[in-house]
């Protein structure tokens, strides 16, 4: 077996044997499928979990080396790596505290309204070519549907404490995101015009192989504008006003505690995952690489371009201060979102014109002729 | 034939069982003795005053509604920039021209709003 694409021979395996089992057994071919869409999301949501768990430490980590401080050093051992995890059962065991005045059944919806969201978004993102959920040609478009839902949990969140603080975090939160939604979804459509298509798989093919390049060297600007959208839609410093701890305590999971605050915790980090996947797949060629890396897994390049660009945005958080609100507005509203305009429109005309460029510059000539 | 959609509905199931499957473990396992002083919202350690569910600033509505504007005119968008090579190769430059209108008037719209304060945070 050739070791390079062993994850995703594994599952075309699996899959392969799941349908005889079925047909074998005289079932039709609907239960199949719905038992490997069941297989792949229970081992996404493994895989998620141990991310998270890993990319909380790795954050602790981070910022603490980049302020000459050590972070956890002693759960587990070696550097502390079981620390997350000591967190994650001790909030298990935490006691659930509702607010007396609360709105108590949004209060208890809301953790779920944030995570669910967040782990659907995962299921058009090919982690290798034959190695996803189901190529949707919806595609990128379900994705931002899904995480727009964000906002909701979390005006439901802060709004059902019916504290002042989480109050003016969801309100905040909301009027962020909402105005960062909008060059975030502009900037992917310059790529989308490029590929023609929704589908991930789509905009992969449209980087790989001969005389292709990443969409990041053809739309540098959109990649830039992604990753500042991104960042503010992850609600991370340096757009952290939702959560603004020296302002607001805690934003608007001031009134949360025990497991309902580990799954806000666990979809914010989930929410980072999946806006580093889809810039690594839209805009650093996802699992493709180039020919002399042909036999490493695809996986592995894709979760190599993730956790880049996740540690960038880690570096951004700790380097960058706070924006203050009015100027966070200013920012989204008249430079990003005219940006992403100009983006949009440039590469509309230069796709025009490079269609048939012998033939508009002999009309030119024919043109200017004339006029002489 | 499946409906590829069915996919959505069962990872929407996985999902909502995860975290109802948390949240049952967690209620099943966690000690509770609720009290007064721990179910009062937190205000700095200050007894509340009043409660949080009041009018607040009318900005926020301002940018809710300029937000369903453009977000409408990115499903315009989509469409249009999915399509973009064939439309170029069937009708020419007036797929371009037409979608420039189209952007010309959402600009139009933005600056509308730009030069009326209304992206004036105060």
Redesign the interface.
């Known amino acids: 077996m050739n070791l390079s694409y062993g994850l995703e021979r594994l599952w075309l395996w699996l899959v392969g044997l799941l349908e005889k089992l079925i047909s074998w057994l005289g079932l039709p071919y609907i239960f199949a499928y719905t038992l490997e869409k069941i297989i792949f999301a229970v081992a996404l949501l493994v895989f998620i979990s141990v991310s998270v768990l890993y990319l909380i430490w790795l954050e602790r980590k981070v910022s603490a080396h980049m302020q000459s401080r050590l972070g956890p050093m002693h759960v587990g051992g070696w550097r502390g790596w079981a620390q997350t995890i000591a967190d994650m059962v001790k909030l298990l065991f935490k006691e659930d505290i509702i607010p007396a005045k609360a709105d108590k059944w949004v209060h208890r919806i809301a953790p779920l309204v944030v995570f669910i969201p967040s782990l659907m978004g995962f299921l058009v993102i090919p982690f290798e070519k034959n190695l996803i959920a189901q190529d949707l040609n919806a595609g990128i478009l379900l994705i931002f549907a899904f995480s727009s839902i964000a906002v909701l949990a979390i005006i439901m969140g802060g709004w059902a404490s019916n504290n002042k603080y989480t109050l003016l975090g969801g309100i905040r939160s909301a009027a962020q995101m909402i105005s960062y939604e909008i060059p975030l979804v502009l900037s992917v459509v310059s790529v989308i015009m490029l590929v023609g298509s929704f589908k991930l798989n789509d905009m992969v093919a449209a980087q790989s192989g001969a005389g292709k390049v990443w969409f990041v060297f053809t739309q540098p600007l959109a990649f830039l504008l992604y990753l500042i959208a991104a960042t503010a839609e992850v609600n991370r410093t340096p757009f952290d006003i939702p959560e603004a701890e020296s302002e607001l305590v805690s934003g608007y999971n001031t009134e949360y505690s025990g497991l309902k605050y580990g799954f806000f915790m666990l979809s914010e980090f989930t929410n980072m995952l999946i806006v580093s996947l889809v810039a690594a797949t839209v805009f650093l060629g996802g699992w493709s690489a180039p020919s002399w890396l042909s036999r490493v897994p695809g996986i592995v390049i894709l979760l190599v371009k993730t956790y880049f660009i996740v540690f960038v945005l880690m570096w951004i958080r700790w380097t960058f201060p706070r924006l203050r609100v009015d100027r966070l507005m200013d920012f989204g509203w008249k430079i990003l979102i005219p940006l992403a305009f100009i983006n949009i429109f440039v590469t509309a005309l230069v796709m025009a014109v490079w269609r048939k460029p012998t033939k508009i510059l002999r009309i030119i000539k024919e043109r200017l002729l004339v006029i002489l | 034939m499946?409906n590829?959609?069915?996919?959505?509905l069962?990872?929407?199931v996985?999902?909502?069982g995860?975290?109802?499957g948390?949240?049952v473990?967690?209620?099943l396992?966690?000690?509770?003795?609720?009290g007064?002083e721990?179910?009062?919202?937190?205000?700095?350690g200050e007894e509340?005053v009043g409660?949080?569910?009041i009018q607040?600033n009318m900005?926020?509505y301002f940018?809710?509604i300029?937000?369903v504007i453009?977000?409408v005119e990115?499903i315009f968008?989509?469409p249009w920039?999915?399509?973009?090579?064939?439309l170029?190769?069937n009708f020419?430059?007036f797929?371009?021209l037409e979608?420039?209108l189209f952007?010309g008037i959402?600009?139009l719209g933005?600056v509308y709003a730009?030069k009326k304060g209304h992206?004036?945070?105060?």
């Open positions: 499946i590829e959609y069915l996919a959505v069962i990872f929407f996985v999902a909502l995860f975290t109802i948390g949240l473990t967690a209620f396992v966690r000690n509770s003795k609720p007064y721990k179910e009062t919202t937190y205000e700095c509340p409660g949080a569910w607040f900005r926020y940018f809710a300029l937000f453009f977000d990115v968008l989509f920039a999915v399509v973009y090579k064939e170029l190769s020419g430059i797929a371009f979608m420039a952007l959402l600009i933005l730009w992206l004036k945070w105060e």
